[in-house]
Structure formats: structure tokens, C-alpha cells
């Protein structure tokens, strides 16, 4: 048996046309052959292009990772249908165990795209290739294995760190879990050679959406605030500051898939979709995301099929100040079909026109110069307290949104402030689960946690349709800090251990 969530040694491994606008709809290397491939600039840049869809792939299920398992979202159950009680709900509902699918592929996605890059690396020192160009792609994959090592480790704790491709699989065997020190090592020796070899920005128009030195130090600046390193933090987020960012005046910009506001000024960097099209790299989280029954109601198109998954719940409606832009932009408490009001929340901020049923524009945001603006406010609190350079920070955030000024705030309250702005500002954008255990230790997170699953059980944000909860739904323990490691890879790998309380 192959442990083809490790190494995927006999398999090149899932490499579709990927990514941006135009760098989308390449050939499919697999069909060439590993040893007569990666000949040249253009082909391994269709290496490229295929890691970077596969971490497209990893993008359309991310929100029942950092979404469900927090305060943020719900799900608008299917009485008749309870398919996925076992799969993604459990991620809702605190069910989660090793033998749940969506644990397995999200492990296997991860290690088949880590395969793919450290494959294209090893392959591409022989290419012929110029200068600039090599460098730009050796800084783009070194910057996609950080961030995906960046995920792995706050989704599992010690991970198997594979930096390299193996000649036979028998070593596979011998693999081992490696301390979160040690992955987050790598995570940030990979951003800083990544910000010494990308671009600040692309001269081809083409290549816009491709990572760039802006997006390698937000990722490095976040790992830092992560690792409480809070003065790297600063240093190397206040660097971002001085490219060419800014904040979109219009929130909704951020989110808006038409050709002058995608990839705009405050984008940062964000996974590429493309719709409208037969090529097959469109998003559908609109469809994902819109309640069960609303037809064409909320996506315009009665025929496409929605998922009632990723509801706003009651608490985070109610998290929002009066007045607050963001509000209508990113959530609709309710949807209106044959002139019935349904109350039924859903996700809006991903909404917009598009001419093909399920297939939409829509990108997914994963760093936005927002985020480096909180993280600067939250990385200069924790050092110094709520500086004037601080506050200043999260008040343009809040300027756009319509709301006043903070002022007069101790480091305490300036902290809690800066992260209710942070699950406001980002949310659904998939922040919210790392951004509590990241301020939360395992026990604070799992009571803060069960207080949310007790609100959720008195009120539910959406009607049940007379289903009972489960004695154990919405029950969290300190365990549940991390997701267990998939019981298959055990059964492959005995030298794997798994996390504790699964």
C-alpha cells in the first residue's frame, strides 16, 4: 500500500490548470511524464500553475475548518437529508473523530500539493531557465509550501515536515510527526527566502494573482504574531506598508469579481477563480453558502443547487454596532421567495452577478492589507500598549466601515477590541478558528466554545425542522484544539501518533 497522502510517489499528482486569470487552462503535465517535463521556463511554469490548483482545491471546503468550528457559522439543516452528520457537519457540531472524511482529504490535499512543489523544485535547478524568471518561481513555491505548512500546523499540531521527493516509497514508512517548533521553523525559512526572490508586483498582466514580496511578508508577519514574536512582527509588517497597498474605499470592493476591482488595491493575495466559462476553474461558494430552499432567490439561478452550509449565526448578527457598513455587505438575515420572508441568514460578501448557473467569478480572500493593518495594531498593543500608531491603525479600518473612533483604551480592552474587529472586518473569510486559538488556550477556547454551543442549543439560528440535538453536538473539550490525524494514515504508517483525546 502507497501513503499517497505523504509522498504520492507513483502519482505526479493532480496537476490541472490553475490559478489566475491568465495563467489558468494549461495542459496537464501528468500526461508528459516526470522525466521528460520540466524542460523549460514554460513548462515548469505549468508545475507552477498546478500547485497553485491545488491549493484552489484546498480553498473550496477551508470554511468548515475555520468557519464551523467557531462562533461565526451555523448550518441551515436538511431534516430529510442527514448525509453529512458524519463528514462536514460534525465540524458544526463537535463530532469530529479520525475516521471522518473530510479529514482524510484534507490531509491528503495537502500533502498530494506539498508533493507537486517540492517536485517542481527539485526539477526546475535543471531547467533551462533565465535568471529572473527561475527566482520568481522558486519565491512563488516557497511561499505556497509556507502557507501551506502555515494551515497544517494550526489544523494538526506536529505535522510530518516532507521538503523533498523520495526515490522509492519504502522510507514513507519511516516518517514521523515533527514539533510545531520545527514546522513553523520551515514556515519561516521558506517566507524569508520567499521575500529576497518575489516581485513586488508582476510586470505581466497575466500574472496578476500570482503570490508576490507583499504577500510573503503579511504571511511572515502573521506567523510571527502567531509565535508572539511581536517586535519581528512590526518590523516586518510596517515593510508592507510602504508597497503599493491600500484600503479599498468601498468594502465590498474587496469582494467584487468584475475585471477593475478584482485583485485591487487592498488585495494582498487570494486564490483565483474564473467563471462564465467551460474551463472549469470557476468558485460556487455562492451556492454553497445560500439557504436550502431559496431556489434563485439569493443566486439568480432557480435551477443551481444550495447548500445551506456557512450560516451567520445569532451571535455574530448581533456582534455588529449600528451603523456598521460591513453588516449588509457580508450577511442577509433573511431572503424573500414568492413574497414569503424566509428567516434564514446566509453569507452575501461572495454575491454578485454571473451569466453560468454554479459557475461564478468570485475569488477567496486570503491576505488583504486590512489584515496587515489589525495585525500591526495587535502586534504594537501586545508590545507597547495602544499607542497612537496603533489605534490609528484599526480606526481607518473602522472609518470605512461608518463607526467612530477608539479612544482611551487599556492594553486589555484595546486587545479585545482589535480582535472583535478582526472577526468583523474578516469575517467569513475563513480567520476566525486561528484567530481564537491563537488568542485562547486550550481550555479558554473549549469554554468559550461550549458557552457558544449552549446559546446555539437554546436559540438556533435556524430552525431544526424538529430534529433534537445530539447529547454530545456542541460538547468541546481542550482536544478539539486541534483535529485529530486521519485514522487511515495511522493504519499506513504506524510511527504516527495521534493527538491526544481522539
Not at 515548469?44 to 482545491?57: C, E, F, H, I
Not at 424573500?336 to 467569478?361: E, M, Q
Request: a negative charge; glycine letters at 8%; aromatic letters at 12%.
Amino acid at each position: 500500500m502507497k501513503n499517497k497522502a505523504i509522498i504520492a510517489i507513483i502519482v505526479l499528482g493532480l496537476f490541472q490548470s490553475s490559478c489566475s486569470e491568465d495563467f489558468l487552462n494549461q495542459t496537464d503535465p501528468t500526461k508528459v511524464g516526470v522525466d521528460v517535463f520540466y524542460k523549460d521556463e514554460a513548462q515548469v511554469k505549468q508545475a507552477l500553475s498546478g500547485v497553485y490548483s491545488q491549493v484552489q482545491s484546498l480553498t473550496n471546503t477551508a470554511y468548515i475548518f475555520g468557519e464551523f468550528q467557531t462562533d461565526n457559522t451555523t448550518i441551515d439543516l436538511n431534516p430529510s437529508d442527514r448525509g453529512g452528520a458524519g463528514g462536514w457537519e460534525a465540524f458544526e457540531f463537535s463530532t469530529v473523530n479520525s475516521g471522518n472524511g473530510e479529514i482524510a482529504n484534507l490531509w491528503n490535499g495537502y500533502y498530494a500539493a506539498l508533493y507537486n512543489a517540492n517536485l517542481t523544485l527539485e526539477k526546475m535547478v535543471n531547467a533551462t531557465i533565465a535568471d529572473a524568471p527561475k527566482k520568481e518561481i522558486e519565491g512563488q513555491l516557497k511561499f505556497l509550501r509556507a502557507y501551506m505548512y502555515f494551515n497544517l500546523v494550526q489544523y494538526f499540531g506536529d505535522v510530518i515536515i516532507v521538503t523533498s521527493t523520495l526515490a522509492t516509497p519504502d522510507p514513507a514508512f519511516d516518517l514521523v510527526r515533527s514539533p510545531q517548533a520545527d514546522v513553523w521553523a520551515l514556515v519561516e525559512k521558506d517566507l524569508k527566502e520567499a521575500v529576497a526572490l518575489l516581485p513586488a508586483a508582476y510586470a505581466a498582466a497575466g500574472d496578476k494573482g500570482r503570490a508576490t514580496k507583499g504577500a510573503a511578508l503579511s504571511l511572515l508577519g502573521k506567523t510571527y504574531l502567531i509565535n508572539k514574536k511581536y517586535a519581528d512582527a512590526i518590523t516586518t509588517l510596517k515593510q508592507v506598508t510602504a508597497l503599493n497597498y491600500a484600503l479599498n474605499t468601498n468594502y465590498a470592493d474587496n469582494f467584487d469579481p468584475s475585471p477593475s476591482k478584482k485583485n485591487g488595491i487592498e488585495s494582498v493575495f487570494e486564490i483565483q477563480y474564473q467563471g462564465d466559462n467551460d474551463l472549469g476553474e470557476w468558485s460556487t461558494f455562492e451556492y454553497v453558502f445560500a439557504p436550502r430552499v431559496s431556489k434563485g432567490a439569493v443566486t439568480g439561478f432557480s435551477a443551481g443547487s444550495n447548500g445551506g452550509r456557512n450560516v451567520p449565526t445569532n451571535d455574530i448578527m448581533a456582534t455588529y454596532e449600528t451603523g456598521d457598513l460591513r453588516k449588509d455587505i457580508s450577511l442577509k438575515p433573511s431572503f424573500t421567495l414568492d413574497g414569503k420572508v424566509y428567516p434564514v441568514p446566509f453569507v452575501s460578501k461572495y454575491n454578485y452577478p454571473h451569466t453560468i448557473v454554479g459557475r461564478t467569478n468570485t475569488n477567496w480572500p486570503i491576505l488583504r492589507y486590512a489584515d496587515v493593518l489589525l495585525m500591526l495594531a495587535e502586534s504594537i498593543n501586545e508590545q507597547s500598549g495602544p499607542t497612537g500608531e496603533a489605534l490609528g491603525y484599526v480606526n481607518q479600518i473602522r472609518k470605512r466601515a461608518g463607526l467612530t473612533d477608539l479612544t482611551g483604551l487599556d492594553k486589555t480592552a484595546f486587545r479585545t477590541a482589535v480582535l472583535k474587529e478582526r472577526r468583523l472586518e474578516l469575517a467569513f473569510e475563513n480567520q476566525r478558528w486561528f484567530d481564537l486559538k491563537r488568542t485562547k488556550t486550550p481550555a479558554e477556547w473549549a469554554t468559550f466554545m461550549n458557552a457558544h454551543g449552549a446559546a446555539e442549543r437554546a436559540k438556533p439560528t435556524v430552525d431544526r425542522g424538529n430534529v433534537p440535538f445530539n447529547s454530545t453536538d456542541y460538547v468541546y473539550t481542550e482536544s478539539e484544539y486541534v483535529l485529530p490525524i486521519p485514522a487511515p494514515q495511522i493504519l499506513i504508517n504506524a510511527k504516527l501518533t495521534q493527538n491526544p483525546g481522539y
